[in-house]
């Protein structure tokens, strides 16, 4: 019976996505099936803090809007998410919830949890470290870069990245105490790292043959970009996905290296 209310709660949610425009019908869809599983696995309270994510990640996406316009021309993707987009960040949290339903154990509510947090990290930085009025700084060799380029990390990101982590850490423990604030806040904050470093050295890079513009998209000005970067199969989503995973399987090494 409560399958149905995690569809239905997850079909609210979807709907008032897609009419604000965070999520495209798509998205929409995408997102009911990831809180179902969400919710199947670790219930209302699953269900509460993967809403607290989409929520305040959409809310800052729509903050600065004029301001993040010009970045629109550099990424592949705008602020209406697809379902590819969706299961970038909700997808290991969503397979995170499956596996328990397998094989229950507490390990994986705080991997779930770890999870959520990356992804809501990662986003915070991206959305508030735009609205930044200094230049980002690429990785490894922090040499200063364009808004927007993929690999590159301002102080206010940074800082962004760690209080999305942080605030999932203290909306979790209104909820559950297996986990500290301060141990959610620093894995949610690596993912964040992480998806810097893969977004440097493996996320595709395109130029716009007519005005020069380096972007991730594949046409710009009506025409085909030209690939010069990183490798075609790893666009912002692959190391979304990339940059969660890893945050859970570091906490996962750590644990078991700690006993």
Not at 74 to 93: H, L, M, S, T, W
Not at 112 to 130: C, K, L, Q, R
Not at 163 to 188: C, E, R, Y
């Amino acid at each position: 019976m409560n399958e149905w209310l995690y569809v239905f709660a997850s079909a609210i949610v979807a709907i008032g996505g897609y009419f604000i425009r965070s999520l495209s019908i798509s998205g929409a869809i995408a997102a009911v099936l990831v809180g179902t599983i969400v919710g199947k696995g670790f219930s209302w309270k699953g269900m509460i803090l993967l809403g607290i994510f989409f929520v305040s990640s959409s809310i800052w996406s729509k903050i600065g809007r004029k301001r993040k316009q010009q970045l629109m021309e550099k990424v592949e993707k705008g602020e209406c998410r697809d379902y590819i987009q969706v299961f970038a960040n909700g997808g290991v949290p969503a397979l995170i919830s499956f596996l328990s339903i397998l094989n229950p154990s507490p390990l994986w509510l705080n991997l779930f949890i770890i999870s959520i947090a990356a992804a809501n990290a990662d986003t915070w930085a991206s959305e508030i470290g735009s609205l930044s009025r200094q230049a980002p700084r690429l990785l490894p060799n922090f040499k200063k870069a364009e808004v927007g380029t993929s690999g590159a990390v301002t102080l206010l990101g940074t800082i962004a990245a760690f209080l999305g982590a942080a605030f999932i850490g203290f909306a979790s423990a209104f909820q559950w105490d297996n986990i500290s604030i301060m141990t959610v806040a620093f894995f949610g904050w690596l993912g964040s790292f992480f998806d810097t470093l893969f977004g440097a050295a493996w996320q595709t890079v395109y130029r716009c043959p007519v005005c020069g513009l380096k972007t991730e998209r594949k046409e710009h000005c009506g025409q085909k970009t030209v690939h010069i970067k990183g490798s075609r199969f790893v666009n912002n989503d692959v190391v979304n996905v990339l940059s969660i995973a890893c945050s859970t399987i570091i906490y996962v090494f750590v644990i078991y290296l700690g006993k």
